[in-house]
Each structure stands twice: as C-alpha cells, then as structure tokens.
C-alpha cells in the first residue's frame, strides 16, 4: 500500500487551491513518473485545507492514527539488529 502525505502548499492568486488538489489527487493516482500509484491521500484540516476537503470528497477520520513500520530492517556492522529492539517515536 502506497501512502501520499500532503504537509503544505502554496499557491498563487490566480490559482484555486481545489483545482490545484484535485490535480495533486490525480497525479497522485495515475501520473507519478516512477510509476508509483498511490493508495491513501491523507491531510489535515489546517490551514485553509477545509476550503478543498469537501469538494474533493476526503473522509473524516476518526481521530485514532495508527502508524505501521513494515518491511523495516537496520543493518550495522555486527549485523542486523532484531524487530524486537527497534523503537520509534513520533512527535
């Protein structure tokens, strides 16, 4: 699964910001040059960001955010350290 953040934006007064997202969206889906497709679009309401989530149809979250570590793996030079003595955290 392909996860797509959107952290910030700019754009100029001639640009409408629901336009430039539903772009963004689709770029997002079918455009990317690596051939990446991306599953999940995810973004806050902050900033003037309400001003494209209902038009571009983006569902409400329920508050609860799960973060998943797969596939991870930290080599060293004695080898590689176990799942089990990985930590993470989030700010």
Partial sequence: ?????LYYWATGEENNITNL???VL????????DGTKFDVFNCLNI???MK??????FG???GILNFYM?????STNRG????EKVGTVLV
């Fill in 60 to 62: 409400v979250g329920d």
């Fill in 70 to 74: 797969y596939n991870y793996q930290i």
């Fill in 26 to 33: 689709h770029y997002a889906k079918d455009m990317c040059p």
């Fill in 52 to 57: 494209f989530l209902d038009e571009c149809k």
């Fill in 47 to 49: 900033m003037d960001n």
């Fill in 1 to 5: 699964m392909n996860v797509a953040y």
């Fill in 80 to 83: 590689v350290v176990p799942s």
């Fill in 21 to 23: 997202m539903q772009f």
